[in-house]
């Protein structure tokens, strides 16, 4: 799972600083709208095939979901990031995972899921 989280931190490791410029002008709304757009989306992608992972390799996707809160909300660096996830209203990366899965599987189960991952009984 190396190889995946270091494609998409290839990507998504610049996109905090690349689009701090353009945040700093919007407002927090607009601005979370922004980084989910640039950030959140790569972090998601295919999210579901690292539950599980090492903590390592956890913590190198939390640090741009960290980079991320803190140019949304205009935090320092060496602040506690906690508090800025939770009046995000972020999921840190483990929970984020283990909630998509975890979404993934109810509506699998409710037939909500698309066809190729809905369950079918067969008696």
């Given at each position: ?17 690349l689009v701090s410029p353009v945040v ?43 980079a991320a809160a803190r140019v949304v ?51």
């Amino acid at each position: 799972m190396s190889a995946h989280v270091s494609s998409v931190l290839s990507v998504s490791v610049l996109l905090p600083a690349l689009v701090s410029p353009v945040v700093r002008s919007l407002s927090i709304e607009a601005a979370k709208t922004v980084v989910h757009a640039f950030i959140s989306l790569r972090l998601d992608y295919c999210n579901y095939l690292i539950h599980g992972i090492t903590d390592t390799l956890l913590r190198r996707l939390q640090a741009v979901q960290n980079a991320a809160a803190r140019v949304v909300s205009g935090t320092r660096r060496f602040d506690h990031i906690s508090p800025v996830l939770r009046q995000l209203h972020w999921l840190p990366e483990r929970q984020r995972v283990d909630f998509k899965l975890a979404m993934l599987v109810y509506k699998a189960l409710s037939n909500l899921a698309p066809q190729y991952c809905q369950m079918t009984a067969s008696l």
